[in-house]
């Protein structure tokens, strides 16, 4: 093992299992801590989530991501959704979810990437959650980061059903990242 390689990304996929992915990266606010770390643990979560979620993971597409400090995710937050207050992720879709589909076809024939959207991720809501909930910081990340994701891609939990299945599907990414259920003691403290 090399000095450069975070322990935590040994074993995970890198952002070369996507060729066609453009992944933008912004660590506005350093509070999650190794940036070589965090970038990779950021990768590895788009990559396997994508990777599970598209039927055309081979496609030209592009990402971004930034991890903020709290005032931005706030503001974010306030003028996006009504809620005056940080939040752990934002998703915002660069294609609505019923046109990605013609979106991936155009890709795939040469038209222009796959505009998935960005994510904020505010980094202080990040390190509170984990210490509350007990859970690795970065296999936090990781969760958020799917999470984010998948809403990109359309998916929401609204509905108790609909609920249900993203949080299934989060799991099973997770899973194959090592990274336990994050619902699983929620759903044991339901019994």
């Known amino acids: 093992m090399t000095d450069d390689i975070p322990p935590s990304s040994i074993g995970r996929p890198t952002i070369n299992a996507l060729p066609g992915l453009t992944f933008d990266l912004d660590l506005a606010d350093p509070g ?10 950021l990768e590895a979560a788009a990559v396997q989530a994508l990777s599970e979620a598209l039927t055309h993971p081979d496609a030209a597409m592009e990402l971004s991501v930034r991890v903020v400090g709290n005032d931005e995710s706030q503001t974010l937050n306030r003028d996006y959704r009504g809620k005056d207050k940080p939040t752990n992720v934002l998703s915002f879709p660069g294609v609505e979810p019923d046109d990605l589909s013609d979106a991936f076809r155009l890709s795939k024939m040469g038209g222009p990437p796959v505009m998935l959207g960005d994510l904020v991720i505010a980094a202080p809501v990040v390190v509170r959650e984990a210490a509350e909930q007990d859970k690795p910081l970065l296999d936090h990340l990781s969760h958020l980061t799917v999470h984010g994701i998948l809403h990109l891609l359309g998916y929401d939990h ?21 990274i336990e259920d994050p619902y699983r003691v929620e759903h044991d403290d339901d019994r």
């Open 32 to 41: 999650l801590g190794d940036d070589a770390a965090v970038q990779a643990t």
């Open 158 to 178: 609204i509905e108790d059903e609909e609920a249900e299945e993203m949080e299934a599907f989060e799991a099973e990414i997770l899973a194959h990242l090592g």
